[in-house]
């Protein structure tokens, strides 16, 4: 077996980030990156756009975040987001007509894996 060190990179504090269930109703900068098709940028580059949208755009604002007796609103690697409001954003810069097949994807996905969970549910009596 080799000695092979991993290293942490952004995206893999980014998913450790996403799985920690105290973050569910949360998002990060890659969560967010990834909306805009941008996940494979640098996380400087990322905070840079999404401090623009807050500027032009109107996206919400990060939780602040405490930096040595500092307290900061601006983007920054390792801000976070109400998923909620970062969802409704995202959601109204769609078409009518765009965000009407969005919400259908998300029902049939959303049906698809309660089938699969149902399925399971009832495996060891059918066995």
Known sequence: MSNVAILPTPLARAAQA???PRN???CGIY?????????????????KTIDRLI?????????????????????????RWPRAAV???FND???????????????????SRLAVNLGRLFEEEVA
């Open 31 to 47: 969560d967010v990156a990834g909306r805009l098709g941008q996940a494979h940028r640098q996380p400087h580059y990322i905070c």
């Open 55 to 79: 500027e032009q755009r109107g996206f919400p604002h990060p939780f602040p975040l405490l930096r040595g007796e500092a307290m900061l609103e601006r983007v920054l690697a390792d801000s």
């Open 87 to 89: 969802e409704a954003w």
């Open 24 to 26: 569910i109703s949360t």
């Open 18 to 20: 996403s799985a920690n």
């Open 93 to 111: 810069q769609l078409p009518p007509a765009a965000r009407a097949l969005d919400c259908a994807a998300e029902h049939v996905e959303r049906n």
